[in-house]
């Protein structure tokens, strides 16, 4: 074992990266069985991987936390609707593929008792199947499980700037704290300092 080079064995961690077809979103439509409601919506992920995210045809935006996903699933492992109505709003005949292919599962939990699902699904096979990769990817990856503290604050400015944007610059603004270097979209680390 001399001539064994130390570190060798290590895992290199990369910090997550957002395509674009994440970051400029793609029309799904969203699914829930229980109130046997389907809605057009637009998913996003935010350029540095934190939530995803979709607006609804009213503007109204739901967020969730991409370290809460703990699977995400599309094929035959996806949920499908059992209710026959639904499964005939979601079966549109001019869509390309199979209804199961298209179909996109995000299982989340916060703990190991409650599981939650939300269904989606895509218009193309190959959408869903690029979605679902590359959001396992980003749930998956290590350095967004334990964010240095500059990471953190960009976290949750990101989060408030998704709910009220005009809120927070307001706030910041009233406070006198300027962000110097902020730019949402390639920001490694926040400067900030008081007027």
């Known amino acids: 074992m001399a001539s064994a080079q130390p570190g060798v064995h290590a895992l290199k961690l990369q910090p997550p990266s957002v395509s674009h077809t994440l970051r400029n979103g793609s029309n799904f439509t969203k699914w829930d069985e229980d109130l046997s409601t389907v809605s057009p919506v637009t998913l996003y ?36 609707p059992k209710e026959a109505k639904l499964r005939e709003l979601l079966d549109v005949g001019n869509l390309v593929g199979r209804l199961e292919n298209r179909m996109l599962t995000v299982v989340t939990a916060s703990d190991l008792v409650n599981v939650n699902q939300l269904n989606f699904i895509a218009t193309q096979e190959d959408e869903a199947k690029v979605w679902c990769e590359e959001l396992f990817s980003l749930s998956s990856n290590l350095l967004s499980h334990n964010l240095n503290r500059d990471h953190s604050l960009l976290k949750a400015i990101v989060r408030l700037f998704s709910s009220d944007r005009k809120r927070v610059e307001n706030a910041l603004e009233s406070s006198s704290w300027t962000v110097c270097v902020l730019a949402l979209s390639s920001a490694t680390s926040l400067n900030c300092s008081k007027f």
């Open 45 to 80: 992920v935010d350029p540095h991987g934190f939530y995803l995210y979709w607006t609804d045809q009213n503007k109204d935006t739901e967020l969730l936390d991409l370290i809460l996903v703990k699977d995400v699933r599309t094929g035959r492992s996806t949920k499908t």
